[in-house]
């Protein structure tokens, strides 16, 4: 299986490098549209600030070809946020394929949301063998809306949108390969997609 993570320098890729090695798969690290739509699965990552990723991915051209791969795509942490329409982290527009937007948590909390919480309202073969009520790890200050692509839920102030599915497009808020055994279960489904 030809797995590739897109590389466009807003992104913790080593991290989610190793998690795939231990599943026993070499996830390519790339930036190149023709790897990219040829792969049999693509990982969208991020970590970092929404407008100079989205910067990244306009200057590389990927802002256009990611909303046209047909093949299952994960994004993770900013990567799901940018698939949504617009962030207010740097008044961002995003790639609009998740019809939601990104805000941000209220001065009421400790922002960023950082550590364990629970994802429940599971929803997709996204989460085949995971628990209700399973452990993520999640570092973020930006949330996306409860909407109707919603596939997992979590609560940090209010309920919010942990995890998103549309056709091919799969997104999750929290790291699933710095969550244990329950978020490696994530990346095996993903796989098996």
Same mark, same amino acid.
């Given at each position: 299986?030809?797995?590739?993570?897109?590389?466009?320098?807003?992104?913790?890729?080593?991290?989610?490098?190793?998690?795939?090695?231990?599943?026993?798969?070499?996830?390519?690290?790339?930036?190149?549209?023709?790897?990219?739509?040829?792969?049999?699965?693509?990982?969208?990552?991020?970590?970092?600030?929404?407008?100079?990723?989205?910067?990244?991915?306009?200057?590389?051209?990927?802002?256009?070809?990611?909303?046209?791969?047909?093949?299952?795509?994960?994004?993770?942490?900013?990567?799901?946020?940018?698939?949504?329409?617009?962030?207010?982290?740097?008044?961002?527009?995003?790639?609009?394929?998740?019809?939601?937007?990104?805000?941000?948590?209220?001065?009421?909390?400790?922002?960023?949301?950082?550590?364990?919480?629970?994802?429940?309202?599971?929803?997709?073969?996204?989460?085949?063998?995971?628990?209700?009520?399973? +452990?993520?790890?999640?570092?973020?200050?930006?949330?996306?809306?409860?909407?109707?692509?919603?596939?997992?839920?979590?609560?940090?102030?209010?309920?919010?949108?942990?995890?998103?599915?549309?056709?091919? +497009?799969?997104?999750?808020? +929290?790291?699933?390969?710095?969550?244990?055994?329950?978020?490696?279960?994530?990346?095996?489904? +993903?796989?098996?997609?």
């Amino acid at each position: 299986m030809e797995l590739v993570i897109i590389d466009y320098g807003a992104g913790n890729i080593k991290s989610i490098q190793f998690a795939f090695k231990r599943l026993g798969y070499d996830a390519i690290l790339s930036n190149n549209p023709d790897e990219i739509k040829e792969a049999d699965k693509v990982i969208f990552p991020g970590v970092g600030e929404a407008n100079s990723a989205m910067k990244m991915l306009k200057a590389s051209g990927l802002d256009a070809l990611i909303p046209t791969l047909k093949q299952p795509v994960l994004g993770i942490c900013l990567g799901m946020q940018l698939m949504c329409n617009t962030s207010e982290e740097g008044n961002t527009k995003g790639l609009g394929i998740f019809n939601v937007d990104v805000k941000r948590f209220s001065n009421a909390v400790k922002v960023p949301q950082m550590g364990w919480n629970t994802i429940s309202d599971l929803k997709s073969p996204l989460f085949k063998d995971v628990n209700e009520k399973a +452990f993520m790890y999640l570092v973020h200050s930006f949330y996306v809306e409860a909407c109707n692509e919603q596939i997992a839920t979590t609560n940090y102030e209010f309920n919010y949108a942990s995890a998103l599915q549309k056709d091919n +497009f799969y997104g999750v808020q +929290f790291h699933p390969e710095k969550s244990s055994i329950e978020g490696e279960q994530i990346l095996k489904n +993903f796989l098996a997609l």
